[in-house]
């Protein structure tokens, strides 16, 4: 018998809105294949993007060209976007199964990594993910943010320490010009900040940074970069990879011009840059941050640390670990807790017993870990939707397949959902909102984020277009 399969449209559900299930839900929309398709991208937020959105610091450049070019994709109207519903509260996976032929996992590493050092839970230590999403305007995180450090230690050598280290060295002012909320300008506005520090435990030839990221530190007005020439330390490895890789050259040559340049011009914050420090305790008073125990490491010729038993303490009153994203773990699905990823094969999601589940993918952070930049997810799309594709005749085709059914199933739950002509509402309130704070404050701002969930959703909501 033919499988219905073969007479109507593949239904696939995508969990997740930001570059990966976008990237997926376009690949597959693209796809040379010779049978439809009909996608619901969803978020448990009332906008889509995820950490484009709700990850990136504000006033990083690149930013705008990721946000236009997933917007094209979803504004062309062939993939169905449903915001504000959560996988595993509003729907479980027994729906969707009922719903769908197919469902793909792109929700992303949304935790931070421990440290597991003593200290990490005074009052003042944070994972970075957090004041991230405070200064984005994520509706989840409280509006305000302790702000109240004059000194700052920034743990991490990667993109994100360098994004929170720059935003919370930043003048309040030279922000106004992004998206962000105003509470959290006001927030940052009466930060006593003086010095901001960021501690990467290798050498300046293994930073993770990016070229871009890097330089752009320099440029934040009346911060200056201090640097210590005895943290200049090379390697056999190192030397190895600023002679083989670009990029490790070209920051290599940017820190060392900062040492050579002395960037000391009397500014009233400044910008730490240490290597080869590693953590090792945060110091506590009352139960709050008063400093940061670190001992210097030794390079041990293949880019390895060893410490060398000579500690520092930093006096510090706030601690934020940039060491990594972790996957945060969902309903339902198998989690491996070391990786913090969905167990895997190319993108086929494995029960516990490591068997390829039926009609179960997975894509982008949760699949492969929290590393590696843009290209990488759409790399990642790419392998997961083809095992889709190649498994297509297999599928368990789903009971209710039809668009309406999941629509019915919401409403019968009360659950409001936004949709993409609501983003599309949100994201004009959101720049009517920029217009108006370019006429009364001093900049010109392009759009001022909206930020409480209820609000966000009422906006959306007044679009009120009906959704087939
Ligand atoms: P990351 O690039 O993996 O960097 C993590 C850093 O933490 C590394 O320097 C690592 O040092 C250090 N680290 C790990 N464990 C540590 C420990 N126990 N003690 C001290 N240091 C420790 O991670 P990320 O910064 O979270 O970035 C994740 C991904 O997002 C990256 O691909 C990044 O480029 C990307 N991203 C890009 C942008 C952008 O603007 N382009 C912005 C944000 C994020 P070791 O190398 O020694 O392990």
Redesign the pocket.
Request: charged content about 15%; hydrophobic content about 45%.
């Given at each position: 018998m033919p499988s219905p399969l073969e007479n109507r449209p593949l239904r696939v559900a995508i969990i997740g809105a930001g570059p990966a299930g976008v990237y997926a839900a376009d690949i597959l929309t693209k796809a040379e294949r010779d049978f439809e398709v009909s996608i619901d991208l969803f978020d448990q937020h009332p906008a889509p993007y995820g950490l484009i959105r709700y990850?990136?610091?504000p006033d990083?450049p690149?930013i705008k060209g990721i946000v236009n070019a997933l917007h094209k994709v979803l504004d062309r109207g062939d993939i169905r976007f449903i915001g504000d519903v959560t996988y595993g509260r509003d729907l479980l996976l027994s729906d969707i199964r009922d719903l769908y032929d197919a469902v793909i996992f792109a929700t992303g590493a949304n935790d931070d990594?421990a440290?597991?050092i003593p200290g990490e839970e005074l009052e003042g230590s944070f994972g970075?993910s957090r004041v991230v999403s405070w200064y984005d305007g994520h509706p989840d995180v409280p509006r305000e943010w302790p702000l109240n450090a004059k000194e700052i230690a920034v743990?991490?050598?990667?993109?994100?320490?360098?994004?929170v280290a720059r935003v919370l060295s930043k003048h309040a002012d030279d922000l106004l010009v992004t998206e962000i909320p105003e509470n959290v300008y006001e927030g940052l506005k009466s930060s006593p900040v003086t010095d901001v520090h960021i501690?990467?435990?290798?050498g300046p030839a293994?930073?993770?940074?990016?070229p871009?990221?890097l330089r752009e530190l320099s440029h934040s007005r009346d911060v200056d970069i201090v640097l210590y020439p005895e943290d200049f330390e090379f390697d056999e490895a190192s030397d190895e990879a600023i002679k083989s890789n670009n990029q490790v050259k070209t920051m290599v040559n940017t820190l060392t011009n900062w040492i050579v340049e002395e960037q000391d011009t009397g500014a009233s914050r400044r910008l730490h840059l240490h290597f080869l420090q590693?953590?090792v305790e945060i110091l506590g008073e009352d139960g709050k941050v008063v400093g940061l125990k670190m001992e210097r490491q030794e390079l041990q010729g293949d880019g390895s640390?060893k410490g060398t038993g000579e500690f520092t303490d930093y006096p510090v009153q706030a601690v934020y670990r940039?060491?990594?994203?972790f996957g945060t773990e969902i309903p339902e699905v198998g989690f491996d807790a070391k990786r913090g990823v969905i167990p895997n094969v190319g993108g086929r999601v494995l029960d516990e017993s490591g068997e390829v589940i039926p009609g179960l993918y997975t894509t982008g952070w949760i699949k492969r870990g929290?590393?590696?930049?843009i290209g990488h997810t759409k790399g990642d799309a790419l392998e997961t939707i083809g095992h889709l594709l190649e498994d297509h005749a297999e599928l368990k085709p789903a009971a209710h397949p039809s668009e309406d059914a999941l629509i019915e199933l919401l409403n019968e739950r009360g659950i409001e959902f936004t949709t993409w002509e609501g983003w599309l509402a949100l994201d004009e309130h959101e720049k009517a909102l920029g217009a108006a704070a370019s006429e009364a404050g001093p900049v010109q701002r392009e759009r001022v984020k909206v930020v409480p969930r209820e609000e966000m959703v009422k906006v959306a909501r007044s679009a009120d277009v009906p959704v087939a």
């Open positions: 990850g990136v610091a990083h690149r990594a440290l597991n970075a743990i991490g050598n990667g993109n994100v320490a360098l994004d501690f990467g435990r290798r293994q930073i993770k940074f990016t871009l990221e590693s953590p640390v940039a060491i990594g994203y929290p590393v590696g930049l």
